[in-house]
């Protein structure tokens, strides 16, 4: 190869470099101390079909919400995006978390997982959650 040649490949591949895809964000999403005991008699929007409660805890609070009968997914509330506080909306029957800054949503029944439209490709920090005799545990492991 010529060194004219060279040269034109190299900056080919550096331009390539520089305005090419751009990396994925980090999931680092802030998340606090989640470990509780909720029961369920105490909070009567959980006993029903796609109830949710929000909780203190976690970094920016805790959304649990009931996924089956007994099934219960909870969340950080916090955006993976932009740190804003999540709140719940419904969207044709059903619950997605929604951040009031930078509008990505986040379906609730999915993991968490980010829906057509957001800014982020992350999901939702997910706490880990036990659900036994009327009693639901959350904590971070």
């Known amino acids: 190869m010529r060194p004219l040649g060279i040269f034109t490949f190299g900056v080919i591949i550096l331009a390539t470099l520089f305005t ?3 990396p994925e964000a980090r999931c680092d999403t802030p998340m606090g101390d989640a470990t509780c005991q ?3 008699m105490q909070y009567p929007n959980l006993t029903g079909g796609n109830g949710y409660e929000y909780l203190y ?3 920016q609070g805790i959304v649990v919400i009931r996924t089956s009968l007994e ?3 909870a969340y950080e509330r916090t955006c993976p995006h932009d740190h804003g506080r999540l709140a719940v909306s419904k969207d044709y029957g059903n619950t997605v ?3 009031p800054d930078c509008h990505s949503r986040f ?3 999915a993991d968490g997982q980010p829906l057509d439209g ?3 490709s992350c999901p939702l920090y ?3 959650t036990h659900y036994s005799a009327g009693i639901l545990y959350i904590s971070n492991w």
């Open 20 to 22: 090419g895809c751009t």
């Open 38 to 40: 909720l029961d369920l």
């Open 57 to 59: 805890g976690g970094y």
């Open 71 to 73: 099934q219960y997914a």
């Open 97 to 99: 978390l929604e951040c």
């Open 107 to 109: 379906n609730a029944f």
């Open 118 to 120: 957001s800014q982020t």
């Open 126 to 128: 997910q706490y880990s």
